[in-house]
């Protein structure tokens, strides 16, 4: 009878100390962001006069709307299973962003401290990882001009593989594969604008390094377009940062070709389709994709992108003035022609934290020949409140 027990007990001892070994944890997360915005745009150019005002309650300014889970399991010598899903969602009527059940973040894997992190599902590409400088918020937004920088459709790429190296006394790798059996699922922009399902393979690398006041980030993105024909799109760009504790300086350039990928900045991304088409009635030039919704950008389209970002601590927040500009081929005379024209954005915006959760913001900003067509002009400006949980 006292060896059955003792065994018992020896057997539970066991087992407990299994499970203290192998530690799970399960987090629920979210981004709260709401607020008040007024937008204006205006067509002047080829003797039309198109506008578009609206203001009201805005919401994913600084952060886009989002609830998430993300968990971890220890699997003993420092290596980890982890898992991430994650969707977004608007204040305003509670609506899910997206038909998909996490269309934002959806992913497993492995995380090694010695070997690094290979995750499977919908992620980001190097992209967006490796995109370090101070930046600004909608209009003001890099990623207005950059392609494969922004946090978009284009960028989050499903049926993915990504491997990311182990931190390097602040380097770290990414290598990213997205096959292309993709099923159907929207994930870019063709290079005549419009959304494309059948994808072909993608490739998203990069590099960076953030160590005290320096970071430098670089990504390189190739999409194959096998559905349309076409070339493939390709994007890359470099960031560098430094923080002078007075000032933090960034700089970043790229260039992009045969479309954008992960664009923010088309004529529907930011005015909407209804204003492209009367902008299209005025002016033939600018020609429309299959579905009529966007501007086309050409088979050879190419542009070159840069970013200057400068932040600084405010009476306890912190103050940002960013300016993005981008050229294009888009005047070639077999293209737009007088049509098109290098876009230019300014934003200021201000950020005062309440806690180390919740933060007020305000933000004012312009944008000239938005989307590469000249004379179509944007201001925006606005407060807001940031919560995260």
């Known amino acids: 009878m006292k060896k059955t027990l003792l065994a018992a007990a020896l057997l539970a001892g066991f087992a407990t100390a ?25 067509y002047d150019g080829n003797s039309a006069d198109v506008t578009a005002k609206s203001s009201g309650l805005r919401d994913g300014t ?9 968990g971890s399991e220890d699997l003993g010598d420092g290596l980890r299973a982890i ?10 009527d509670g609506e899910a962003a997206s038909t998909k059940a996490f269309h934002r973040q959806a992913f497993v894997g492995l995380s090694s401290d010695n070997w690094g992190t290979f995750t499977m599902g919908r992620q980001y590409s190097a992209g967006v990882d490796t995109f370090l400088v101070p930046n600004g918020y909608n209009l003001g937004d890099a990623d207005k001009i950059f392609g494969s920088t922004g946090l978009s459709e284009g960028t989050r790429v499903d049926n993915s593989f990504k491997y990311v190296t182990p931190d390097l006394s602040g380097f770290k790798g990414i290598l990213m594969y997205g096959t292309d059996n993709d099923g159907g699922t929207t994930v870019g922009r063709n290079t005549d604008g419009s959304s ?5 393979s993608r490739v998203s690398v990069g590099a960076l390094y953030a160590n005290g006041p320096i970071g430098v980030g670089a990504s390189y993105d190739r999409q194959s377009q096998t559905a349309t024909g076409n070339d493939a799109a390709t994007s890359w ?30 004529g529907k ?28 950008l050409p088979n050879d389209f190419k542009s070159n992108n840069y970013h200057v970002g400068l932040s600084a601590p405010l009476a306890g927040g912190v103050l ?6 981008s050229t294009s081929n888009l005047d ?28 007020l913001y305000t933000y004012a900003s312009y944008a000239k020949n938005i989307g590469y067509v000249r004379d179509l002009k944007g201001t925006e400006a606005g407060v807001g409140l940031n919560h995260k949980f």
């Open 62 to 70: 600084v952060n886009g709307n989002r609830f998430g889970l993300k």
């Open 269 to 296: 991304g930011i005015v909407g389709k209804d204003m492209v088409k009367a902008i299209n009635a005025a002016n033939t030039k600018l020609p429309l994709n299959a579905k009529g919704e966007d501007f086309a």
């Open 83 to 92: 898992f991430q899903l994650e969707q977004g969602f608007t204040m305003g």
């Open 196 to 200: 494309f399902a059948d994808r072909g």
């Open 320 to 325: 940002y003035a960013g300016w993005n500009y």
């Open 18 to 42: 299994g499970v203290a070994q192998a530690e799970t944890s399960v987090t629920l997360y979210g981004i709260l962001d709401t607020g008040y915005g007024y937008q204006n745009y205006k």
């Open 237 to 266: 760009q470099i960031n560098g940062s430094y923080d002078f504790e007075v000032v933090k300086l960034g700089l970043a350039y790229g260039q992009d070709r045969h479309g954008k990928m992960g664009w923010n900045g088309s």
């Open 332 to 359: 070639d005379s077999d293209k737009w022609s007088d049509s098109a024209d290098n876009i230019s954005t300014y934003q200021l915006n201000y950020v005062y934290p309440l806690s180390k959760r919740t933060s």
